[in-house]
Structure formats: structure tokens, C-alpha cells
């Protein structure tokens, strides 16, 4: 049984900060990628930062365009907890973001097929 329990959303003021957590337990899924998606309102989920590495020691991570150089995805191996920081936050960030862990690494890190595992959602609200 695997467990994905996200923490650290909140309401912020455009031009903020927030850090999310995601802590995993449990076991069959791959501990070399996950990712963060969210649903803003109204609209569909979107991936929004990943990692894959091989070692847990170097990551390769990827961005949607709306977040790169804003948002830093990270992990603690020690925690098994994945990190996702949220800087120059704006209005449209505001969504449920969620995040996930797959089974078999396709590459396809943005595509929610990616992943067979979901966390209960932290909400994130950004105000003008």
C-alpha cells in the first residue's frame, strides 16, 4: 500500500512564498521519479515539476513553463518526503496540487498516466 500525504498549502499573498511537502510510505512504487500536478479551478489537472534519477543522489527535473524559474522540486532521501518550493507565487498558481508516484518510469513526466499513485491534495490560494 502506497501513501502520499501532501502538506504546506495555505492562502499567500501575490509575490509570496509557500513550500509544499510530500511524504511517501509504503512500498511498489518507484522511488526514482515523482511529481507534482495541480487542478486550478475550473480546470484539468497539469503536471507542474518532476524529478527521475537513478542514484536518489542527482536529479533530473523538469518544469511546465508557468512555474520554471518560481517553482524548485527536491528530495530528502532521509525523509523519503519530496519538496516542492513556491516563490513570486501569482494569482494564477492558485489550484489543489497533488503529488504522485508511478511504478515504471516512461520518461512522459507531465502525462498523469506516469503515475499510479496520488496524494489527497494541499490547496494553494493566491491573492491579489
Known amino acids: 500500500q502506497v501513501r502520499l500525504v501532501e502538506s504546506g498549502g495555505g492562502s499567500v499573498q501575490a509575490g509570496g512564498s509557500l513550500t509544499l511537502s510530500c511524504t511517501a510510505s509504503g512500498s511498489g512504487y518507484s522511488r526514482n521519479y515523482m511529481g507534482w500536478f495541480r487542478r486550478p479551478p475550473g480546470n484539468e489537472r497539469e503536471g507542474v515539476a518532476a524529478?527521475?534519477?537513478?542514484?536518489?543522489?542527482?536529479?533530473?527535473?523538469y518544469y511546465s513553463d508557468s512555474v520554471k524559474g518560481r517553482f524548485t522540486i527536491s528530495l530528502d532521501n532521509a525523509k523519503n518526503t519530496v519538496y516542492l518550493q513556491m516563490t513570486d507565487l501569482k494569482t494564477e498558481d492558485t489550484a489543489m496540487y497533488y503529488c504522485?508516484?508511478?511504478?515504471?518510469?516512461?520518461?512522459?513526466?507531465?502525462?498523469?498516466?506516469?503515475?499510479?499513485?496520488w496524494g489527497q491534495g494541499t490547496q494553494v490560494t493566491v491573492s491579489a
Open positions: 524529478f527521475f534519477t537513478r542514484d536518489r543522489s542527482s536529479l533530473t527535473t
Open positions: 504522485a508516484a508511478g511504478r515504471l518510469w516512461h520518461g512522459n513526466w507531465s502525462a498523469e498516466s506516469e503515475y499510479n499513485y
